[in-house]
Nanobody
């Protein structure tokens, strides 16, 4: 089982980045997917989540942290086993390591984490 994030980097305030999370070794479509982030000295926080197929939620329903609403967009492509996070209008406070997380739609104790990708917003 693997979750591999990519797309992080250094960007100026106001810029954009698109993160990707490629999954392997499990049935991607049956897992709720979430982006988390952790800034230095702070706890890991939820950024955005997107639901799986076959759950009580409508497929592809999304939720966002208030701090990123209107700027970030989460999406998934089950055919490619990939989740994305489009980040626009980036701010210095978005600087963090971004992690992807997968949780089974029924058995919530079954879940996986990626290794993280660094996003730095600085001029």
């Amino acid at each position: 089982v693997q979750l591999v994030e990519s797309g992080g980097g250094l960007v100026q305030p106001g810029g954009s980045l698109r993160l990707s999370c490629v999954a392997s070794g499990f049935t991607f479509s049956t897992f709720h997917m979430t982006w988390y982030r952790q800034a230095p000295g702070k706890e890991r926080e939820l950024v955005a989540t997107i639901s799986s197929t076959g759950s009580s939620l409508s497929y592809g329903s999304t939720n966002y942290a208030d701090s990123v609403k209107g700027r970030f967009t989460i999406s998934r492509d089950n055919a490619k086993n990939t989740m994305y996070l489009q980040m626009n209008s980036l701010k210095p406070e978005d600087t963090a390591v971004y992690y992807c997380n997968a949780v089974h739609r029924i058995v919530a104790s079954v879940g996986y984490w990626g290794q993280g990708t660094q996003v730095t917003v600085s001029s």
